[in-house]
């Protein structure tokens, strides 16, 4: 027992060491990237909620509720979090040199919990970052608590984080910097100041409090909402025509994939020779793990594209592609 609990301190010790090092080596130059290009591209949110939504705190007083955005557009384009804003219709957006802008709702999706502002203002826009990787260090840039912009570092702990229970689509990245109440909608930068993804959820059993389990939303989910958004009001999803659910266990044993319950007759998908039965195991070339990967994956093309399925009906493979409609 004893040996066990010098060896746990030994690789706590190591783990420490190696964040230390990194934390000497990288971040200085990345606190100046973040100082020039990131706090001026987030801004805080006061949505103007009813008594009745805000509710009270320990107190009994009314909670001010505020939260974090992030200039996504030029021209004073900013997204957040729907549960942000939540169905307020007066919207305060604060940057970081002291103004105070109204700002005016282009669009919610709720299925993503994304929603996209405006405001009379150019903000500067951040690059957008390649995927990321493992372990690759991150910045979290937020309104915690309602205290004002502040920035909190880690790494990333997963990427591609799906079925959390969030929302009905995500597409998470995963870090272990803090994050707290006021922190979602803000921005995961990388070292050198890019856009990695918008904070938008603290992984928690019993309280709100950080335990280093924290979310992300990826840039390419973000920007496939957003542009809808800016385009529409809404997002226009593709179709294609068939309903998936998750594999029986005993097929969860050779490998994920979702199974096709059902099939439109002459739409898209019966078109290209789908069938009831059949289990897609990839589409694009991206293995469908589970049916919330299946999710975002389809929830990523618009009408009119072509999505390419890799499917198994019993032990036969086959290939198909589908020209997905619109609603």
């Known amino acids: 027992m004893r040996l066990r609990v010098i060896l746990f301190l030994m690789m706590f010790m190591l783990r420490v060491t190696v964040v230390l090092c990194m934390a000497l080596s990288v971040w200085p130059g990345a606190a100046l990237a973040l100082d020039a ?20 705190d320990a107190t009994g007083k009314p909670r001010d509720p505020q939260g974090t955005g992030v200039a996504i557009m030029p021209d004073g384009y900013v997204a957040t979090n729907v549960h942000v804003i939540g169905d307020a ?18 669009g919610r999706d709720k299925v993503t919990d994304i929603a996209l502002l405006k405001v009379d203002a150019d903000l ?30 880690g790494v990333v702990s997963a990427v591609g984080r799906s ?71 809404h997002v226009v999803r593709g179709i294609a025509g068939f309903r998936a659910g998750p594999l029986p266990p005993l097929m969860m044993r050779t490998g994920g994939g979702a199974m096709v ?46 999505m390419s399925l890799d499917t ?3 032990e036969d493979k086959r290939a198909l592609t589908v020209t997905l409609g619109g609603a």
Not at 37 to 56: F, M, Y
Not at 188 to 217: E, H, P, Q, Y
């Open 163 to 233: 079925g959390m229970g969030f929302n009905p689509v995500e597409d998470f990245i995963q870090t272990d910097a803090a994050v707290n109440p006021g922190g979602s909608g803000g921005a995961l930068v990388d070292m050198n100041g890019r856009l990695v993804g918008m904070v938008a959820a603290i992984f928690t059993k019993s309280s709100d409090a950080d335990i280093g389990v924290n979310f992300a939303t990826s840039v390419p989910l973000l920007m496939r909402v957003v542009d809808d958004l800016k385009a529409h009001g």
């Open 89 to 106: 219709t007066d919207i305060e957006v604060m940057t970081e040199d002291g103004r105070v802008l109204k700002a005016a709702i282009v």
């Open 124 to 153: 500067p826009v951040l690059s957008f970052a390649p995927p990321p990787e493992l372990a690759a260090p991150v910045c979290a840039i937020g309104n915690q608590f309602g205290l004002g912009l502040s920035v909190t570092c």
């Open 37 to 56: 290009e990131v706090l001026n591209s987030v801004v805080r949110i006061k949505p103007d909620w009813s008594l009745a939504a805000r509710g009270t």
């Open 261 to 306: 319950e059902s099939v439109a007759v002459d739409g898209p998908a019966f078109k290209a020779g789908l069938e009831a039965g059949d289990v897609i195991t990839r589409i694009d070339g991206k293995p469908v793990t589970s049916m919330p990967a299946l999710e975002v994956l389809m929830f990523m093309k618009r009408p009119g594209q072509t």
């Open 312 to 314: 198994l009906r019993g």
